[in-house]
């Protein structure tokens, strides 16, 4: 079905005006099918005849309301596309061999061999396999360009409401499936907003992406406006046995400034000491950034000790190394919810920034700190540099390929839980000036806000919280 969609081409109008409703309802199908999902029985299903070889496929709705149907019965391999009130539309290929049907009819008998009604199991895990090959398994084929052409025409027909399926689409395509949890997601929206159509689909996919980043980013700490500013506070998680929280940040220091003493390679403008600096002044009753910060320091410092030798394996910088360490083993043994974020951390890849993402990132970082407060808004002053690699003094060996963890995490996980903490855009002009006080929009103005009233102020700020969640989503590899 994934391979036939260039006949749903907007241009063609071979179905009229049902051709975006039957792509809709494909990809919906299509998502929910491999998200495991079959709230209304979607099934695929394929007669026994002709001697338990089926020359017919259907993927169905109900048993009696195919969605997709591909015969090869007459000896000409056909198609056709449904809707729910039984009109079919399709095509026969000619009988000259078809690239896309040899390979079904390939992977019909790869996933079949050997299968009866007594090891199912079997068919299952060789289906599984396929999801995370490309759709056209490493060929192109003019269908190929077709189909993604299609795909992208829906794109610009209507931006924002096909985006995330052209992106889904095409990562089929290349074999790097969007993440599984947010398929299914994606999946398990309820049956009224997908019957409402893909605007609202749209609509509440962008809320799903949103949250699922903030999920896949998480920080001991409550994210909440203040009502007395206006602004985005942090509240960090209350730091459990306190005592030697101290004695670590204080060893911690110490053996910081020892290593700073001798000839040792460390400066107070290196990285790794003004990002002890935070910690000890900023951090000691943030137990969540403390870790984050420090395992950034610990990954460095064993980096240029071990790796690439910028700094000498000195006493004093293996003793700045261990103390560290140290550090970050007492945070995580105390406070259990700092050590069960970092397990999910470690499992993310973080990808590389493209040009457009620093841009982007380097406009949006005074207006977050224009609407947060205290140690969040210092945050992000420190943390976007660092991401757009604009340190204050560049790395003997040039800039990191790829932003740091900690300010990865602190940058997307926070914009993401602003942006959940905002809402959705809808619900704008109830909030009005509710939110932000006048200081907060002089300040806005400054910086290019241009307009009047709390809506405009809102949706000037969502324009910049959802382009750092859509880099996030990236830069994670959620998409």
């Known amino acids: 079905m994934l391979r036939q969609l260039s006949s749903l081409d907007p241009d063609e109008g071979f179905f009229g005006k049902a051709h975006s409703y039957q792509l809709f309802e ?22 026994y005849e ?41 095509f026969e290929h000619s009988t000259d061999a078809v690239f896309e049907d040899e390979l079904f009819v390939h992977e019909v008998f790869e996933v079949g061999k050997g299968v009866s009604l007594y090891n199912k199991q079997v068919a299952d895990d060789r289906s599984n396999l396929l999801l ?57 929206i309820a049956d009224d ?15 799903i992406q949103v949250r699922y980043l903030a999920d896949q980013l998480p920080l001991a700490e ?66 969540q950034q403390a870790e984050l910060t420090l395992t950034s320091v610990a990954q460095g410092l064993r980096r240029q000790l071990y790796e690439t030798g910028e700094l000498p394996d000195s006493e004093d910088n293996l003793a700045l190394l261990n103390s560290v360490e140290e550090g970050v083993r007492g945070i995580r043994a105390n406070h259990p919810e700092v050590a069960a974020n970092r397990e999910q951390l470690a499992q993310l890849a973080i990808q590389e920034l493209s040009a457009e993402d620093r841009e982007t990132l380097e406009k949006a ?56 903490k905002l809402g959705a855009t809808s619900e704008l002009t109830k909030k009005g000036a509710q939110v932000f006080d006048s200081d907060t929009i002089k300040t806005l103005r400054l910086i290019g806000f241009v307009g009047a009233g709390g809506a405009a102020v809102h949706h000037f700020v969502l324009k910049h919280l959802d382009s750092i969640v859509e880099i996030g989503l990236r830069v994670f590899g959620v998409l």
């Open 193 to 207: 907003i997908w019957e409402a159509g893909p605007k609202a689909v749209a609509d509440e996919i962008e809320r």
């Open 222 to 287: 409550t994210i909440d406006l203040n009502p007395d500013t206006g602004k985005f506070r942090a509240t960090p998680t209350p730091v459990e046995n306190a005592p030697l929280m101290s004695a670590l940040l204080t060893q911690i220091s110490d053996d910081l400034e020892d290593a700073m003493a001798g000839h040792n390679g460390v400066t107070k403008t290196s990285s790794e000491a003004r990002k002890i600096q935070r910690v000890v002044t900023r951090y000691g009753n943030d137990p």
């Open 50 to 90: 002709p001697n338990d070889g089926p020359d017919t496929h259907y993927l169905r709705y109900y048993r009696s309301s195919p969605l997709f149907k591909l015969s090869s019965a007459s000896g000409m391999p056909a198609f056709s596309f449904h809707d729910r009130n039984m009109a079919a539309s399709g």
């Open 26 to 47: 494909a990809f919906r199908l299509a998502i929910s099918v491999f998200s495991g999902v079959n709230r209304e029985k979607r099934i695929y299903s394929a007669p």
């Open 132 to 188: 995370n090959q490309p759709l056209w398994r490493g060929f192109e084929t003019q269908e190929q360009r077709s189909n993604a052409k299609t795909v992208i025409k829906y794109q610009q027909l209507q931006p924002g409401v096909w985006d995330f399926w052209y992106n889904w689409y095409l990562s089929l395509i290349e074999g790097k499936p969007v993440a599984a949890k947010l398929q299914r997601r994606v999946a398990l």
């Open 365 to 420: 970082a005074p207006v977050l700190s224009a609407i947060s407060e205290g140690a969040m808004a210092e945050d992000f002053a420190e943390d976007i540099p660092e991401l757009i690699n604009d340190a204050l003094l560049p790395l003997p060996s040039g800039a990191p390929r790829l932003p740091g963890a900690d300010a990865s995490t602190r940058v997307f996980g926070r914009s993401a839980k602003m942006r959940v």
